[in-house]
């Protein structure tokens, strides 16, 4: 039986070859660019940059801060790393990859009357003691007031300050107000300058009340109204540079934008802020910040809850 089956398969016609069809290799899609990972030599290079720009420092554990917010303009900048990224901001003399570099970089979190107390002991202990001492020492016209928020990102702060010395003055024509507000972004400036917000934006920190009373709709934002607007004046501003010419302040907001500082910068920063605040002048600064060690022209003062400083 063996042999007679092998018979039979013997007289069993093949099937023709097939012939296999290559594996397609698959197309990278035009729109997704493989993601490029940064260098430890890239870390050191960008970070010495941004630092000479800003003054931010960036630790070489924080790099993943250079991979995300730079990441984009690698696409939109047509750059294979982050070496071509720096050297093309570099030679650019319209500085327009710096700014968008700075943009990219800067930390623009911040919210209406962020943290609360600040905004409370402004309203109930620095500006009527402004206010009583500027109204005793004016010899004719308006009494000044100005106030510089050093950092004011989008304009939340500044116009949360304006809006507590409207609630506080009434008619803020008998006084000399001047409220300004400086930041490195370019945009952030020009948020800041427009004053609209969107619904995010304006939920953080905005009671409703104050919402319908300062705010209106327009479309899908809310716009803050002329009066509150034209008491602010917002410029870009380096406060690594130089102070020349910024002039003498009742109040200055600092907060939250120094911890980005190394030491030694910081301790530049508030010598020069110093100088920049009258005699009987007030500092205040973030939450969690501390001038021990930084400068020793200031000392702290406490009221209720709430950290400010003057001079000694």
């Not at 995010?200 to 705010?215: D, P, S, V």
């Amino acid at each position: 039986m063996s042999q007679n089956l092998s018979g039979n398969l013997s007289r069993t016609p093949l099937a023709d070859p097939v012939t296999p069809i290559p594996e397609a290799k698959p197309r990278p899609l035009p729109w997704i660019k493989k993601s490029v990972s940064i260098t430890a030599t890239e870390i050191q290079l960008l970070a010495h940059y941004i630092h000479s720009l800003c003054g931010i420092n960036i630790e070489p554990s924080k790099a993943y801060l250079l991979e995300t917010r730079l990441g984009k303009l690698l696409e939109t900048e047509n750059c294979d790393s982050f070496t071509a990224l720096y050297y093309k901001a570099k030679s650019d003399p319209d500085k327009r990859l710096e700014k968008q570099i700075i943009d990219a970089i800067t930390t623009n979190e911040t919210l209406f009357f962020r943290d609360g107390s600040p905004f409370e002991l402004l309203k109930h202990k620095i500006i009527p003691e402004v206010i009583d001492l500027r109204t005793a020492t004016v010899k004719s016209g308006a009494p000044a007031i100005r106030i510089w928020s050093a950092a004011c990102s989008t304009g939340q702060e500044i116009f949360s300050i304006a809006i507590i010395l409207k609630e506080l003055l009434g008619s803020t024509n008998t006084f000399n107000i001047s409220l300004i507000g400086t930041d490195i972004s370019d945009a952030a400036i020009k948020q800041a300058s427009y004053g609209a917000y969107n619904k995010f934006e304006i939920e953080r920190g905005l009671a409703r009340e104050r919402l319908l009373r300062y705010f209106s709709a327009v479309g899908e934002s809310w716009k803050i109204n002329d009066e509150i607007r034209s008491m602010a004046t917002f410029k870009k501003f380096n406060l690594m540079g130089s102070f020349a010419g910024v002039g003498k302040f009742d109040i200055i907001f600092c907060r939250n934008v120094a911890i980005y500082f190394t030491l030694e910068d910081r301790m530049r920063l508030f010598d020069k802020m110093a100088n920049c605040l009258e005699e009987d002048g007030y500092l205040i600064i973030g939450a969690t910040e501390s001038l021990t060690g930084v400068c020793p022209r200031f000392i702290p003062k406490r009221h209720l809850k709430s950290i400010f400083y003057q001079l000694r």
